[in-house]
């Protein structure tokens, strides 16, 4: 269960590369014997993609990106100060096994995984894998904590609520958050959207958008207003009537300067410190229930696979942050 090397100092290039070299749990067994914080889920899935694919190849990419080597208990968050894996409890849960020509079977197996997580009391952070995967695991989320008790918080370049992808079909990488407020998991009132813009979706979407109570937050206003005061409002809207929030990060948000491995790149994006910011602030305000963090594609990343980089720190960036929430709240 344990990866034997944890304790022992080794760099990172050398060892079996769980996330952040965290001990494996293979079963939920384990994971429940673990008495994990925090688990880590891959969702190695891109059927959902419309343009570039490669995101099944993302957790990989994640888990082996940063050069911290063993233990990662020496880890420290200097402007947090804090030590995120000796306050938490992170384990690696693997992967969902995801057929690669069933995007319904690899839906499912992501909904049981990251059910498997909540049942053994961990909160999961699931490395996507395309969009698509935020439909069954806040699926499972809102199955778990309840139906209308889970908001929102969801950085991407797009709404991804589009009515249908191309030839009609209702579940791909455009259209997860339509699903999940259709289905009643998520309310459209405690949606919040950060980061979008460009050409998609077109007007009639963000018509339906408005009709949900959904709240979106423009690069367009982020840059009139500045990003601080945008937060502000996001966080506040967060809270307006859920109590938990489900974080789901599309790499895209980023501007394709910072994340060019991304299936549906968007000029005109926020920073990566503007990214990470934004999370450590969201999710020191919040009671966090789950992460996933998706849309990275190796095959398309640029030099020193700088999106599996930012990707990888976005992961991190909330585990420090929700550990320096409890190092507080014990304090
Ligand atoms: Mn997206
Ligand atoms: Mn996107």
Same mark, same amino acid.
Not at 1 to 9: F, S, V
Not at 270 to 287: F, N, P, Q, W, Y
């Given at each position: 269960?344990?990866?034997?090397?944890?304790?022992?100092?080794f760099p990172a290039f050398m060892g079996i590369p769980t996330f952040l070299f965290t001990p494996y749990a293979q079963t939920p067994a384990e994971l429940s014997e673990s008495d994990a914080d925090v688990a880590i889920i891959g969702a190695p899935v891109d059927m959902g993609v419309v343009n570039r694919p490669g995101a099944r190849f993302?957790?990989?990419?994640?888990?082996?990106?940063?050069?911290?080597?063993?233990?990662?208990? *020496? @880890?420290?968050?200097?402007? %947090?100060? /804090?030590?995120?894996?000796?306050?938490?409890?992170?384990?690696?849960?693997?992967d969902a096994i995801c057929p690669p020509s069933s995007l319904s079977q690899s839906h499912d197996a992501v909904r049981m995984k990251v059910t498997? *997580? @909540?049942?053994?009391?961990? %909160?999961? /952070?699931?490395?996507?894998?395309?969009?698509s995967i935020t439909l069954p695991s806040a699926t499972a989320v809102a199955q778990h904590?309840?139906?209308g008790r889970v908001g929102m918080v969801h950085f991407d370049a797009h709404a991804d609520t589009g009515p249908s992808s191309h030839g009609g079909v209702l579940i791909g990488h455009g259209n997860p958050m339509r699903r999940l407020i259709?289905?009643?998991?998520?309310?459209?009132?405690?949606?919040?959207?950060?980061?979008?813009?460009?050409?998609?979706?077109?007007g009639d979407v963000f018509d339906w958008m408005r009709e949900q109570g959904?709240?979106?937050?423009?690069?367009?206003?982020?840059?009139?207003?500045?990003?601080?005061?945008?937060?502000?409002?996001?966080?506040?809207?967060?809270?307006d009537g859920a109590e938990y929030v489900y974080l789901s990060v599309d790499i895209d948000v980023l501007d394709p300067a910072y994340a060019p491995g991304t299936g549906t790149?968007?000029?005109?994006?926020?920073?990566?410190?503007?990214?990470?910011?934004?999370?450590?602030?969201?999710?020191?305000?919040?009671?966090?229930?789950?992460?996933?963090?998706?849309?990275v594609s190796p095959p398309y990343d640029g030099p020193g696979a700088i999106t599996a980089e930012a990707a990888h720190r976005v992961v991190l960036e909330a585990i420090s942050a929700l550990a320096h929430q409890r190092s507080q709240t014990e304090a």
């Open positions: 269960m344990t990866n034997p090397k944890a304790d022992q100092h993302g957790p990989r990419a994640i888990r082996q990106a940063a050069y911290f080597g063993s233990p990662s208990s *020496a @880890l420290y968050h200097m402007g %947090l100060d /804090v030590y995120p894996l000796r306050e938490l409890n992170v384990v690696d849960f693997g498997q *997580a @909540l049942q053994a009391g961990a %909160l999961p /952070v699931v490395l996507g894998g395309d969009h904590y309840g139906y259709e289905s009643g998991a998520i309310p459209g009132k405690n949606f919040v959207q950060v980061g979008l813009r460009g050409y998609w979706p077109p959904m709240r979106w937050h423009l690069m367009s206003e982020i840059e009139s207003r500045g990003f601080e005061d945008v937060l502000d409002d996001a966080i506040s809207e967060a809270l790149p968007e000029p005109g994006g926020i920073t990566s410190s503007e990214l990470l910011r934004a999370v450590r602030r969201i999710v020191g305000a919040v009671k966090l229930v789950a992460v996933d963090v998706v849309e």
